[in-house]
């Protein structure tokens, strides 16, 4: 039961998705109807296929990439299309000719189901994967998507017929809605790491242009200018900037709409009659307007979604340890704890002034690790686990629970330990030059180092 | 015989237990000026109401420009008075604080879109062309009246309704204005109904019907020249 009305959100934006595809390519509702429900059929089959074959992050990397594309194929259209509002003409244009035939509808429809349905498989994991399950599903999905359909026609007969959409408008709208459907699954969320990449790119911009001028900054800058610097590599510039990057193809493609030219009516030689064809060529364009400007409502929807996700992360509160005269912190692997039981298991090593978080955790390899609960990059804010990863709270970056354990990126940093008997042993020594070698410098020099 | 822009067959408008409008057939052929004379409450305006879409029969049957205005929702009513019909008022209707051009434009608005150089040229063909930007109570009477018809012709209407429309002018502004419709009738070719007290200004028409107690009782075809 708790999976269906996780479904809701993904199955209402698919439904979004197929009646914006009926509006705009209005001259080809039966090819939009069948490819659409085809496409969407598959997309969960083929992805719940996928997602058993190749548990991790293999799959939902995959899912993400079709979810980037066609964010980038967007940006490239929203381009095109301001370009072509200057009243330019340019082969581009031919591709808003395409997706107007029956072959482009269809093509258009069928692979906007495909990511649909896929991103609505990715709420499936976990419930396995046998032929008898495959053909269940692919049975359900059939029914669900037949009655959802219908369901959008109706809608769409209830609209007005001066209610058009424009092909570039319809873009926006469809990769909006997959976007928001994608984003409240951590895995296929791009707004977080759209952000992060911002992020570390203003911050290597930073660097560079440091570079450039010969001053190696981090030995000469000294640290109240740091802070002032330092906000160049705080987290709301990447928002802020994420956002910038998020909305800027809705808000083009708008502008395009709104800076369209009017029909000429100069030949028309009664004014009333005139005047009655720019006002309908107006209402039309204004009706043109509105998909555009709820995607961007859509997108600010994703956003949110992706900031404020509503998943649950498991972050226990970190247990205190003491080392012992030899200055190793045992852990029993069994006891009022267990170490193997895949979950993050949080501590908290106190010596005089100093104290140190970090975390024990088995991945699905089976193999222990011990590491930070902080990274080498950002301020340490610590790590939660969620469905397959951990997620760094400071910058959002998920890390498959796989690569827990090793070097580099956000990742925790790892800590050397040994297993003695039913024990996992570190050393306290260890523990505390790691933190301060790596987490405590950066998070006082410069707001975590992003 | 032109074809008929107004077909009346038992019309009947009733508020409460007053019979405004009794069993009424009337045609009215496209392109005619129609006169309706009578004493007050006589149904005079209650029929202008009725053919002009501003209010709704009780009963009988009513075409106008082909359109079945009973049939026709408050949205379809309203695109009907947009498009079809334009009405000069004895007490002008002016919005007191827009000038004469800005007047004229807020028909264009209602009706489509607002241009000012059409609402200005229309103004020009009126006589107004002096006075564009003067409010209305900067103008005498005969000017507000002529406003009037420029707001009320500038969306090229098929049937012109005046209700008294010279009720309060002198007699010198009554034959301007009675000349300027005559002048706009011939080049647009749009039906008039005049509701009038005065003989004087009934004679411009093709036509006078006489409506007493809210039955027709007397038809006179005239042609006086002006």
Known sequence: MAIFFKLIPHVLSWVGIVLVLLRGLSGHRSVVTAASMAGFVIGVVGAFILLGSFPGSFSFGIIKSALGVSFLLLWGVSVATIYLSTGRRAAISGGGRFVNTKLGAGVVSGLAGIVAGAVCACRLTGTGGNALAVVLLALAAGALAYALVFAARAVDRLLPA???????????????????????????????????????????????????????????????????????????????GGMVIWFTPAVLIAMAIHFERLPSVAHIRQGAQRRRLLAAAIRVQR?????????????????????????EYWDPKPLPVSASQAGEIVIPKKGDVNLEDGKLHKYLFKQGDSEVRFFVLMTPAGKLTVDLDACAICKPDGYGQAEGSVICYYCKTLIPLETVGRVGGCNPVPVPFTEKADTVVVDGMTLLNSWSATVKATARVKEGGK | ?????????????????????????????????????????????????????????????????????????????????????????????????????????LAQYFHSVPDEAEARSALERVGLGHRLRNRPGELSGGEQQRVCIARAIINSPKLLLGDEPTGNLDHKSTVMVMELLKELRAEERFTIIMVTHNQEVAAWGDRTIYLDDGVLVREERLKVEG
Not at chain 1, 178 to 207: E, N, Q, Y
Not at chain 1, 295 to 307: D, E, G
């Open chain 1, 162 to 240: 001066s209610f058009t959409v424009s092909m570039s408008g319809m873009l926006a709208a469809v990769v909006a809605l997959l976007l928001f459907s994608s984003s409240s699954i951590l895995r296929l969320d791009l707004f977080s790491p759209l952000s992060m990449k911002v992020m570390k790119g203003v911050h290597d911009f930073v660097h560079q242009f440091m570079e450039s001028i010969l001053i190696p900054d981090h030995l000469f800058v000294r640290p109240v200018v740091w802070k002032y610097i330092g906000f160049l590599f705080g987290k709301e510039v990447g928002f802020w």
């Open chain 1, 287 to 311: 009706f043109r307007l509105v998909i555009p400007v709820l995607s961007l409502v859509i997108f600010s929807a994703a956003a949110y979604q992706s900031s404020f996700p509503s998943v």
């Open chain 2, 1 to 105: 015989m032109a074809t008929a822009i107004i077909e009346t067959h038992g019309l009947t408008r009733n508020y409460g237990d007053i019979c405004a409008l009794k069993p009424l057939d009337l045609q009215v052929p496209e392109g005619e000026w129609l006169s309706v004379m009578g004493h007050s409450g006589s149904g005079k305006s209650t029929l202008m109401n009725l053919v002009g879409g501003l209010d709704r029969p009780s009963n009988g049957a009513l075409r106008v420009g082909g359109e079945d205005l009973l049939m026709l929702s408050e949205d379809g009513l309203a695109r009907f008075r947009r498009e079809f019909v334009g009405i000069i008022f004895q007490q002008h209707h002016l919005v007191p604080y827009l000038t004469a051009v800005e007047n004229v434009m």
